[in-house]
């Protein structure tokens, strides 16, 4: 069924005859792309007719040819997936559609543009993941639906493939609330019984958790408010150790891929979600469709991002010529958007850095050399490190950090330790002098740069330097921050005609029963803003504040357990 094929026709027909045949009020296009590598005669004529060439057979990122086949077949799909819309707009023009756009987070092989967003009427699908795999897509669907609400949706059993084992009533809440958090629609997922029943247990305890969000329903809205942006890239959802694999033409239909290969730059995405949510820095996305709003945003984060354009570049380099910050990791910018690296890092005189070579590929630590950085690790001298460092020469940077190699090389995934005492680790060897991390001025703003991508480590302290390097670059207090246990989560959205911000405390621990906590918040108004009222909803009853200075207001929850919203309205003089 390639789409490339008469099956396109066929699909297109029949969306249109049901459309008209029966009142649909919407209609979701599940699991709209390629489930493996099509080199079917359409497929195979198409691309020699578009590209001139034969679809190269073998994975390789570095080869342009490979690059647009693989953008060949994203546009493809979108192309698809716009002639369904139409269809349905043909049959029924009131209708809502909309596709799944769950792989947002899934790699190439399905060939999903992120593009493919302006044929749905607003972003919406499924995902299983940690509750900061949640937090990510909303601010991805925010950025990218082109209408609001999105919608999100997970099952009500503990993953896919189990039919009956429920999550707990914590976690469906936790779940759900972070709808409210992000003014989003939420959908649980149940699989129908074989005897097409349901379970009517199910839909009370559901049900109950419903009951409590649904009144915070007519306060949603406004737009996702942050100080601080990451970077998403569509186009380097892949890994540069395909590189060589080839594509089995013998299997079609099956999954012709004999690698699962990982995608390290989305996983330095969530990893950087995860470092802003646990550091209670309220956080946005940016992809280069949306690129003309990176000047809302005070700090740029890219992370380990494996391909960039020109004109990517362009944007990013103008953004800190007028005084934004910039994080970037790893290999960001180094190669160009079909495959073909680049003599040195695109971002080079932004960051100040050049690069040398691959450098660190295995075990290595990061030794903070400033005594800022120091701090934030302390009592460790070092930070481990596994994900590999580039090795880079600072040109106009300054060294924060330095790369330590272990104390004995790695020779597959082993170490002879002829007389060190350890048996198990294998210890920092002596200080060396490339640089880890590094700071730079450049034009009005700042730019900092990592060797290896930090934010993909798995441990929190990593995610605390990469926090502490953040607050760093935003040059001042955040517009709302708060202090609260790590499992918590900040997020803003402003209504600005209103004159209100929402803020929202969620709690993401994945626990059986919810631990209250203690979270305090602290919101800097902007110049001529003074506060009117801070309600607590839904109930809309005052909740006590006070201001330490003018135009800075400070409130404590003392028991946030799962979801807290607050409203806070504000004036301006003129
Ligand atoms: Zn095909």
Not at 474 to 488: D, K, L, S, Y
Request: proline letters at 8%.
């Amino acid at each position: 069924c390639c789409p490339n094929s008469p099956y396109r026709d066929f699909a297109v027909a029949q969306t249109e005859e049901l459309c008209r045949a029966y009142p649909f009020n919407g209609i979701f296009f599940d699991m709209l792309f390629w489930p493996y590598v099509c080199y079917c005669d359409y497929c195979r004529a198409r691309f020699e007719r578009e590209a001139g060439a034969q679809p190269p057979e073998v994975v390789d990122w570095h080869n342009p040819t490979w690059m647009a086949f693989q953008r060949a077949r994203e546009r493809w799909m979108k192309e698809f997936a716009g002639e369904l819309t139409a269809a349905v707009r043909r049959a029924r023009p009131s209708m809502t559609v909309t596709h799944q756009m769950s792989p947002v987070l899934h790699g190439w092989v399905l060939g999903m543009p992120y593009s493919l967003a302006e044929h749905c009427d607003y972003c919406s699908g499924d995902f299983y993941g940690p509750a900061i795999q949640q937090s990510l897509v909303c601010k991805i669907y925010e950025a990218i639906s082109t209408r609001k609400p999105f919608e999100f949706h997970t099952s009500r059993c503990v993953h896919l493939w189990d039919h009956v084992t429920m999550k707990s009533a914590a976690r469906l809440e936790t779940q759900a609330s972070l709808a409210p958090a992000h003014g989003s629609a939420f959908m649980f997922i149940d699989a129908i019984d074989p005897e097409g029943t349901l379970n009517r247990g199910v839909y009370e305890r559901i049900g109950r958790v419903f009951a409590k969000l649904a009144p915070y329903e007519p306060y949603l809205g406004g737009s996702l408010t942050a100080d601080v942006a990451i970077y998403v890239s569509p186009e380097s959802r892949f890994d540069f150790r395909e590189n060589g694999v080839p594509v089995n033409r013998q299997a079609p239909g099956a999954s012709n891929m004999s690698l699962a290969a990982s995608m390290p730059h989305l996983n330095a995405v969530m990893g950087a979600a995860k470092a802003l949510q646990e550091a209670h820095l309220p956080f946005a996305v940016v992809t280069p469709a949306n690129l003309a709003a990176l000047h809302r945003y005070r700090v740029l984060l890219l992370p380990d991002v494996l391909v960039m354009s020109d004109a990517e570049i362009a944007a990013i380099r103008a953004f800190v010529a007028q005084g934004g910050a910039l994080y970037a990791s790893g290999r960001t910018s180094l190669v160009a958007e079909n495959g073909v690296p680049r003599a040195d890092f695109g971002l080079a005189e932004v960051l100040g850095v050049s690069y040398q070579g691959t450098g660190a590929t295995g075990l290595s630590f990061i030794t903070p050399r400033e005594p800022a950085l120091a701090s934030v690790v302390e009592p460790q001298d070092h930070l481990i490190h596994h994900g590999g460092q580039l090795q880079v020469v600072a040109t106009t940077a300054e060294v924060l950090a330095t790369v330590t190699l272990p104390y004995y090389p790695e020779t597959g995934g082993t170490v002879l330790r002829p007389s060190f005492a350890s048996i198990h680790s294998n210890p920092p060897g002596p200080t060396g002098s490339a640089p880890a991390v590094c700071l730079a001025r450049w034009g009005q703003g700042l730019a900092c740069y990592a060797a290896g991508a930090i934010e993909a480590e798995e441990h929190a302290i990593s995610r605390d330097l990469v926090a502490a390097l953040v607050r760093r670059l935003q040059g001042g207090p955040a517009r709302v921050e708060a202090e609260a246990p790590r499992f918590v989560e900040l997020t803003v959205f402003a209504k600005e005609a209103e004159q209100r911000l929402n803020i929202s405390l969620v709690s993401l621990r994945d626990a059986e029963e919810p631990l209250p906590c203690r979270a305090a918040v602290r919101v800097r108004l902007r110049r001529g803003e003074r506060p009117v009222a801070l309600r607590a909803l839904p109930s809309g009853e005052a909740h006590p504040y006070d201001e330490p200075a003018p135009g800075v207001l400070h409130f404590v929850v003392p028991d946030l357990e799962t979801l807290r919203l607050f409203e806070l309205e504000y004036e301006v003089n003129r």
